[in-house]
């Protein structure tokens, strides 16, 4: 991942493709996940309607800052490393986040062996990534501002200057406006707010 506040993921899933090596047939899927409760739900659909296919091989990537992110490969069966290590790679290689990658594996009768089927699952995630459409997006920090409502035309003076997005806001005699804020630009804006009497300003966790 880099460091910068933008990462890159997919936000529909890709279309099915199909990848053959010696009799066997590989299809490839990236899906955009949130959770392992997205994955997990992805994963037994494919199963589902792969019912027959000796293996559902996949990787999966989530988290949007460096030090948050969180990751697993699974062979489902194959030779250790040969499924899910190749299909993470690819995912590395392509710098995407928020995303499961799965490749199912019809066996058609002629082992690949292990170098093999490093290459064939590599080449199936690949497909599935070059059938996708990834796009790059902001890291966004949200904000907690409070404030009483004779404070009102300050905050929103800021928060017309700096353009910035409100998420949700609740507007009586004590006033909250949740905002957020591209990361590189959140430092600034929590200054200005802090800047006011009478206004608090609080991150919000993820």
Sequence with gaps: MSTSDTYKTITKPSEETLFKE?????????????????????????????????????????GTHPDKIRYRANDDGEPNNSAGMPIYGQIQSYDVTNILIAVVRYFGGVKLGVGGLISAYRTGAQMAL??????????NVSYLITFDYKNMNK?????????LKIVDQTLELDCKITISVRQKEASKVEASFNSIYEVSIKELED
Aim: with cysteine.
């Design 22 to 62: 010696k009799k066997s047939k590989f299809f490839s899927y990236a899906i955009p996940v949130q959770s392992e409760d997205d994955v997990k739900l992805a994963l037994e659909t494919l199963r589902n309607q792969h019912s027959s296919a000796g293996h559902c091989c996949y990787a999966y990537q989530l």
């Design 130 to 139: 070059d059938a996708s459409h990834i796009k790059t997006k902001t890291i």
């Design 155 to 163: 905050v929103m003076r800021i928060i017309k200057e700096k353009n």
